[in-house]
């Protein structure tokens, strides 16, 4: 049984505004949201930013990655990872490698420290020369000759980590067999400029 609504009359919206004014509830002065300050992006300014950074102490520069403890992956483990808002149709596109990579870096090789390096240093010149997808290979783990077990690729699950963090990595994901399969992702950079 639906019980039909009949409109309010003055009389019961005026005692409703009266109860909510009763309970604190204030009424807005208009519609909008308040975005806030804008920010500058005047010469000014950004050369006040130029400044500060290049003044900036070498401490202060310090690496954007972590270099603790990462979650360990498996050899064959296929990386994925998106920022929510990216639209389907691009994340779709980058796991089926229709993006085409412009540059790669290979970290076959690397101590834990000289990779978070050259993938932070390579990440930064890729954002500056505005490339929107680039290759990182990571490799798997390999069999030991001492025990004869596969070790967990531990370039792969930091490369898993650092990306995660990196402020200008809209996704990443292990790239397809021919451009090293998971021992290699493709990651989808924000060009510089773009919010």
């Known amino acids: 049984m639906s019980r039909r609504h009949s409109t309010p009359d003055d009389e019961e919206i005026r005692l409703f505004r009266q109860a909510l004014e009763g309970a604190g509830v204030?009424?807005?002065?208009?519609?909008?949201?308040?975005?806030?300050?804008?920010?500058?992006?005047?010469?000014?300014?950004?050369?006040?930013?130029?400044?500060?950074?290049i003044s900036a102490p070498p401490s202060t520069l310090a690496s954007r990655t972590s270099d603790g403890r990462v979650e360990p992956v498996r050899p064959s483990a296929s990386l994925d990872f998106s920022v929510p808002d990216l639209p389907h149709r691009t994340r779709t596109a980058l796991k089926r490698g229709q993006l085409p990579w412009e540059a790669g870096l290979d970290l076959h090789g690397h101590t834990i420290d000289e990779a978070r390096n050259e993938l932070e240093r390579f990440l930064l010149d890729a954002r500056a020369q505005r490339m929107r997808c680039v290759l990182v290979v990571h490799g798997k783990a390999r069999t030991s000759?001492?025990?004869?077990?596969?070790?967990?690729?531990?370039?792969?699950?930091?490369?898993?980590?650092?990306?995660?963090?990196?402020?200008?990595?809209?996704?990443?994901?292990?790239?397809?067999d021919l451009d090293g399969g998971t021992g290699a992702v493709y990651v989808l950079l924000r060009r510089r400029g773009e919010v």
């Open 145 to 176: 000759m001492n025990s004869g077990m596969t070790d967990y690729p531990v370039i792969k699950s930091h490369v898993n980590a650092w990306l995660r963090e990196w402020p200008s990595v809209l996704a990443f994901c292990s790239a397809r």
């Open 26 to 53: 204030r009424r807005l002065s208009n519609d909008r949201a308040d975005p806030g300050k804008r920010p500058r992006h005047d010469a000014e300014s950004l050369a006040e930013r130029r400044d500060a950074a």
